[in-house]
């Protein structure tokens, strides 16, 4: 079977467990399609939704990135500090934030571009100096975030779910980053990085404009998780590392790089979380939702990889 | 040179750093020539060392274990619970035993699955966090378990017991993965994993038995923390993920596996102890400590890390 058909296999069926989920989730909660409803899930998914992008994009070159849990935070710091009253101090501050972490990024891809060091090696030691820059911005939980933009994110503004809008902007953005040159670079860098260097793609540009990005998006996550929760956490970032992994596994993208599609992560993400949220309904203790992650996340890539193996035998 | 000098050349590198470090510190900074600084950074870096042990065993046959963390608290917060109600000697039992089955169902889905390592080992951590939050009700219990209160705390001929121990586990550790037969299939699958496939060696076998090692050092560790600590909790485990792995590629071990030496990890985990304790001395914030350490590791790294560029 070809490639192709394959990875459509993948988001068909990622898209059929969805429709199980919703349609499980509809029955215990009527609410699921109201506006009020989708702001709330929207805003709780936001930062993870976006942190997987980031994580996908590292992992489409063949990456992994370990600080991205740190970066996060690095974010959302800089974002609490900076922001003022108005929109063009909020405005500002973003800015300043997204260009902090996308610096960040970049010189995560640089290490990795030019020292010659494995990115799982460099992105553990750069979780090491991102969470220590991360405590000098914000060193005790707290900063400001402004009150009006905190409603209006949570409940709506005159009507429209802004994070729902945030994640639909932020998924165009890359979709059109997908069609450039770069686009298709990152994956010939991930699927054959001799090969792409021999037909004259820079892989190291494109490996430092990929950690970008990906600072890019772990940015928007932090700052949404920081206008979520109304103030800054120096720590709060640190699931997000192994938890954008496993979205972005669950998605199908593989760790060596060149294969998966952004929409089997997006998929990936919104089952995950609308997971979780099921285990609430059921009563059951939320001690389970580690465990319930955990196995589906083996149980999904076992079966991909199960499968797949038994196709190509 | 020839390749075995080649290869054992990293580990020396990281003993000869951790002795320049050390000598700098001696000279720049206070109390770092005491006896009883030397005792007390020993005594602490063997918690660190033991993990790390365990950690390049997985690592030298190119997989990782995530889950060391989270089998820490796992024996911590089990021998705890189990030794409050039917004495130590059980609860230290139990609790090495469920390590090592953590490290069993590890190197399975590895084996049968075929999953990654790093997915499988962050699943099995993510599912024990989630259970010992259940299995605890989330308040894990203190203990007083004088064997592990002895173990962690006391000494012999000055030399702290941790540190004893960590040193028998390094020496057992040089014999399973440097001198036997199953360290050498180790190197091989670190090395290709096809060609030795392809040779013959024993993938289930060589798995199952370098995740359950690496599983049950971390579970030992956990041991030797609650011992130290009197008292387990569900984050205890926390910063040995990524410190473990740090420790294995200061040692001069390849992340890629197929090269390196256990004991540079020995040299790895004390280095890192020492720059913690350098910089805490420093009186630095707990941010410039963190900043000073990632840069400190990254150019350790850069000098003598770096992965020679193959096909």
């Given amino acids: 079977m070809s490639e192709r058909i394959r990875n459509h296999m993948d988001v068909l069926g990622l898209c059929a467990l969805l429709a199980v989920v919703l349609v499980t989730y509809q029955r215990l909660d009527p609410t699921l399609l109201s506006p009020s409803t989708i702001t709330i899930l929207s805003a709780q998914f936001l930062p993870l939704i976006l942190a997987a992008v980031a994580q996908t994009i590292v992992m489409l070159t063949g990456g992994v990135d370990l600080s991205l849990g740190p970066v996060l935070s690095l974010g959302m710091a800089v974002f609490v500090v900076t922001a003022a009253d108005g929109a063009t101090g909020v405005l500002a501050a973003m800015a300043l934030a997204l260009a902090v972490t996308v610096a960040a990024g970049a010189a995560n891809g640089a290490l990795v571009a030019y020292a010659g060091l494995p990115p799982i090696i460099v992105t553990l030691a750069a979780s090491f100096l991102w969470t220590g820059v991360t405590l000098i911005v914000l060193p005790q939980p707290g900063g400001h975030v402004p009150a009006g933009l905190v409603s209006a994110y949570n409940l709506g503004w005159y009507g429209i779910a802004l994070p729902a809008l945030a994640v639909v902007v932020a998924l165009a953005l890359w979709k059109l980053v997908r069609t450039t040159r770069f686009g298709l670079a990152l994956y010939a860098v991930g699927g054959n990085e001799h090969g792409a260097y021999a037909s004259g793609i820079d892989t190291r540009r494109v490996k430092i404009l990929a950690y970008g990005f990906a600072g890019l998006f772990t940015g928007l996550a932090g700052i949404g998780l920081a206008i979520q929760t109304g103030s800054g956490d120096p720590n709060i970032g640190a699931p997000y590392t192994l938890n954008s992994i496993a979205v972005a596994v669950l998605g199908g993208i593989s760790f060596f790089g060149g294969v998966g599609r952004m929409r089997a992560t997006l998929l990936g993400a919104l089952l995950l979380g609308l997971l979780t949220n099921l285990l609430l309904f059921t009563g059951i203790s939320t001690f389970y939702q580690l465990i319930l992650q955990g196995v589906v996340l083996v149980v999904a890539v076992a079966v991909k990889t199960l499968a797949t193996r038994e196709r190509t035998a | ?311």
């Fill in chain 2, 1 to 311: 040179m020839s390749v075995a000098a080649l290869r054992d050349n990293r580990a020396v590198w990281a003993f000869g750093v951790l002795g320049v470090t050390w000598l700098a510190a001696i000279a720049f900074a206070n109390g770092f020539g005491t006896v009883s600084s030397v005792r007390y950074l020993v005594q602490t870096a063997s918690f660190l060392g033991i993990v790390a042990i365990g950690q390049t065993l997985v690592v030298m046959m190119s997989g990782i274990d995530l889950s060391v963390s989270a089998v820490v608290a796992l024996s911590a917060v089990v021998c705890a619970q189990v030794a409050s109600g039917s004495g130590g000697a059980a609860g230290i039992l139990v609790a090495l035993a469920a390590s090592v089955v953590v490290g069993l169902v590890n190197a399975a889905g590895l084996v049968w699955l075929r999953l990654p390592p790093m997915v499988m080992t962050l699943a099995t951590g993510t599912v024990i966090a989630g259970a010992l939050l259940i299995y605890t009700d989330g308040s894990p219990r203190s203990a007083r378990i004088p064997l592990l209160d002895t173990l962690a705390n006391g000494s012999v001929a000055g030399i702290p017991y941790a540190t004893v121990l960590w040193l028998a586990i390094a020496a057992a550790g040089v014999w399973l993965l440097h001198l036997s037969r199953l360290g050498r299939y180790a190197f091989a699958l670190g090395t290709s994993e096809p060609a030795s496939r392809a040779s013959g060696v024993p993938v289930p076998v060589t798995t199952l038995v370098m995740y359950a090692a690496c599983a049950l050092l971390a579970g030992v560790a956990g041991l030797v923390l609650l011992g130290f600590t009197g008292t387990s909790s569900l984050t205890m485990g926390s910063p040995y993920q990524l410190l473990s792995i740090a420790s294995v590629v200061l040692g001069g071990t390849s992340i890629l596996g197929g090269r390196g030496h256990l004991l540079g990890t020995v040299a790895g985990a004390l280095l890192l102890t020492l720059l913690t304790a350098l910089l805490a001395a420093w009186n630095l914030s707990e941010g410039l400590r963190q900043v000073t350490l990632g840069l400190l590791i990254i150019v350790l790294l850069l000098a003598y890390a770096r992965e020679r560029r193959t096909a």
